[in-house]
């Protein structure tokens, strides 16, 4: 699954640990763009409210984000692990038996409370644990699990959601079921060696304390960076995967073919994670970052005005080479920009500002579709937004690449 050069036994089982629970926190999301398709034909749903379900999910992720951040740092990373995973995995179960809009809106909720916290505990925890000439590639082979889970979540849906008697609860229950074994694997998850090294004499810090910290003068400078990158980084990926099904239903494909082809761009991802996982060591985290993002700018365009089947799967795939690889340098990036005493809470705050952009991203393109924006312009916004990521990293950003954490 992973390259084995350098991974000792505990990096292995650190990785297949957390990454079991990365990879059903992704098929979940990647069916969520899938399950919007589906709701729109059974639900007889607007673009609007189509938007807003993905929305939803961004406003929990925002508030988990945050919470389970400083929470990780007061009460260590395993301890948010299993909270998150557990909320995730009850939401997520339930939402196959939501019966209206509400309801599911309600749950979505949840389930992106317990996925938002999650994320950057887990992306804190593996990188706290790994060695710095290795650390950025292990945080990367982390994220990889997430293009795993989208490949299950396309197979799921290209092949159980048509199917009457399955359709998208039967694939909700089924994103479900296998996230209750990634919590039994969680109980196995060894505590940070950085928190475990803190001093028990030490007082708690606050959260307001905590916070200062972030904006004061040694934190400034990268903490703008972050917030800036993941907003728009998270703004363009919410608001393009969430609706690719969709969009490619609007260019005249029905539901099966879309799903099909979207499986294939999604096969892209694996690439994208692992040639990010070979450069990052070799280049460093802030040019690699910068290169994966100037590449999801040029698909991203080129996907708004592909208008055959052949340009559509290839800019998709580009699409999901080049975005995939980013986040993998970002969660690799994001933990070495601060101390151990906020890293979870720096990683939180960023993440948390992000998913305001991933509430923006999905309702935008649901208002614009509904005023018959064409797709052409709607994915230059977002290419748009991540030529202003590409710029702060380039006059904000700093390298990290094997620094030692403190």
Known sequence: MFPSQNLSISNRKLLLIAGTGWLFDAMDVGLLSFILAALKQDWSLTSTQLGWIGSVNSIGMAIGAFVFGVYADKKGR????????LMFSIASGLSAFAWGLTSLLILRFFIGMGLGGELPVASTLVSESAAPEIR??????????????WILAAL???F?????????RGAMLICAIPAFYALYLRYHLPESATVNRASPSKQPESVISKLKLLTSKPYQRQSIMLWIVWFCVVFSYYGM?????????????????????????TLAQLPGYFSV???????????ILIIYLLGTLISAFLFGVAETKSQLILAGALLSFFNLGAWGALYAYTPEQYCSNIRASGSGMAAAI??????????????????????????????LAILIAVVAIILLGK??????LK
């Open 136 to 149: 950025g590639r292990i945080v990367v082979l982390l994220e990889s699990f997430w293009a795993i889970g």
């Open 156 to 158: 799921i849906a290209y």
């Open 78 to 85: 395993k301890s948010a692990f299993l909270m998150t995973l």
């Open 399 to 404: 390298e990290t690449k094997q620094i030692e």
């Open 241 to 265: 995967f969430l609706w690719l099904p969709s969009v490619m239903m609007t260019k005249g494909f029905d539901m099966v073919k879309s799903f099909a082809y979207i499986l294939i761009m």
């Open 354 to 383: 992000g998913r305001i952009g991933g509430i923006l991203g999905p309702l935008m393109v649901g208002v614009l579709m509904a005023r018959n924006i064409s797709v052409s312009a709607i994915f230059a916004l977002f290419s």
């Open 160 to 168: 159980l959601i048509p199917l009457p008697f399955i359709g998208w």
């Open 277 to 287: 996982a070979w450069l990052i060591e070799r280049v460093g985290r802030k040019w």
